[in-house]
Nanobody
Framework: QVQLVQSGGGLVQAGGSRKLSCAAS????????MGWYRQAPEKQRETVAT???????NYADSVKGRFTISRDNAKNTVYLQMNSLEPEDTAVYYC?????????????????WGQGTQVAVSS
């Protein structure tokens, strides 16, 4: 069973910074894509940023130049550094991790979500 534990988040003033972390655990993992998503009140969940095992990144247009996604493959952890935060960035942020884990009968795919963490940006 793959588990994700998120940390970071909280209340920050506009223009400020915050860093989110998400650590995956649960045996022998081979992680492919890691990403961050967010959901604001009464809005659909949207992709914020993704990063592949090789380090290729993609960002939503709304966060380009302000947010940076990174990962530590040795720690099975993905980060989201958020700078120049705006009130429009207020949302619950979720990490997502996709890959495979080893079992006694072979590798099995997983697609897991973190528990979510609130980021609130005040104007």
């Amino acid at each position: 069973q793959v588990q994700l534990v998120q940390s970071g988040g909280g209340l920050v003033q506009a223009g400020g910074s915050r860093k989110l972390s998400c650590a995956a655990s649960g045996g022998s993992l081979s992680i492919n894509v890691m990403g961050w998503y967010r959901q604001a009140p009464e809005k659909q969940r949207e992709t914020v940023a993704t990063i592949t095992r090789g380090g290729n990144t993609n960002y939503a247009d709304s966060v380009k130049g302000r947010f940076t996604i990174s990962r530590d493959n040795a720690k099975n952890t993905v980060y989201l550094q958020m700078n120049s935060l705006e009130p429009e960035d207020t949302a619950v942020y979720y990490c997502n991790v996709q890959g495979t884990y080893a079992t006694s009968i072979g590798n099995r795919a997983f697609d897991s979500w973190g528990q979510g963490t609130q980021v609130a940006v005040s104007s």
